[in-house]
């Protein structure tokens, strides 16, 4: 995965971000900053990665928050990371899954307020901007950039119910 596929670009009037941190298992797959991550499980202590197609309220494993630093777990060892609470109001912007969907002025307006999920096609998370609005899609596009026609932006809000705290 790469690192700052989702960045936070708006706190809601607060100064900062509140994080936590949580145990990460053992594992090849490392966790980067700006990366989502879920409860592994109801109840569990540990985050993992969202995968492909997560972001759905009542399916994917409570939401916990963006990655606010690289995990520090091992193949072999137990670790920990750090992430930003998912507050009421915090914006959060990242790439689209499909630029040509949303590479102007006029798709970028038609596709806000869709309620969306992740996608992770190869390497790199994005928001799943070919998605139909689902009413249990966790992700909210509220804006974006399409100034770069070949990579345009998104602007999106995570819905409190997706997370472990709604």
Known sequence: MARYDFKIVDVAGKNTVSTKVFKTEAAATAIKLGEFVKLKAAGSGYVIPLA??????????????????????????????????????IVYRGGVKTAASTDTAAELLG???????????????????????????AFVI???DVSNAAAPTVDFILRDDATHLG
């Not at 997560?54 to 990371?81: F, P, Q, R």
């Not at 799943?128 to 609005?133: E, G, P, Q, S």
């Open 111 to 137: 596709k806000i307020n869709d309620r969306v999920v992740i996608d992770l096609t190869s390497t790199t998370y994005t928001i799943d901007n070919t998605a139909a609005d689902g009413a249990t899609n």
């Open 52 to 89: 492909d197609g997560d972001g759905v309220i009542g399916t994917t494993t409570s939401i916990v928050g963006l990655a606010a630093a690289d995990s520090n777990h091992t193949a072999a060892a137990d670790g920990s990371i750090e992430v930003y609470i998912p507050t009421p109001g």
């Open 142 to 144: 509220i804006g974006g």
